[in-house]
């Protein structure tokens, strides 16, 4: 029986990239010159530090052009609240990985409402849609990619 896998994932390697390139055009600026702003990423968070708000403002000018050109989609990551002390200004930006259980819901119940000939399981993360016909899997796949989610997916996994 034909299935497929609906999942949001990452690609935690362009992400990388995208934050080294970031760093490498915030020291070369010349209003960004000795004042230590940086991006750093760990545990799938993009921490901004600059001495001030509005330099992290500016910094987010740079980070998002070189996120979008490497294939990871805006929706994605969630900016955090600039905090700022004296010394310097910090914002995080979490990277959403994976389904949420609202998220799954809500497209099993679009599924539904199509009233196609396909079945709709939620699987932790990830859901596994199968049907009897290769064409109406695709048809859930069309389906999906026109309709406005508020996170991007993958279509992956496709057997017949």
Do not use: C, W
């Amino acid at each position: 029986m034909p299935s497929f896998d609906i999942v949001s994932k990452v690609s935690l390697h362009e992400i990388t990239n995208a934050v080294d390139q970031a760093n490498r055009e915030v020291t070369t600026r010349f209003d960004f010159k000795d004042s230590g702003a940086k991006f750093e990423y760990a545990d799938d968070k993009i921490t901004l530090i600059a001495p001030s708000k509005f330099q992290i403002e500016q910094m987010l000018t740079v980070l998002h052009p070189k996120l979008s050109k490497r294939g990871i989609d805006n929706k994605s990551l969630e900016n955090g609240e600039i905090q700022e002390t004296l010394k310097e200004a910090r914002q995080i930006i979490t990277i959403k990985q994976g389904l949420e259980q609202d998220v799954s819901k809500k497209i099993n119940k679009m599924i539904k409402d199509e009233k196609m000939k396909v079945q709709a399981a939620i699987m932790g993360d990830h859901i596994r849609v199968t049907g009897k016909k290769r064409d109406d899997l695709q048809e859930v796949i069309a389906m999906l990619k026109k309709a406005d989610l508020e996170i991007p997916v993958q279509f992956e996994n496709f057997r017949d």
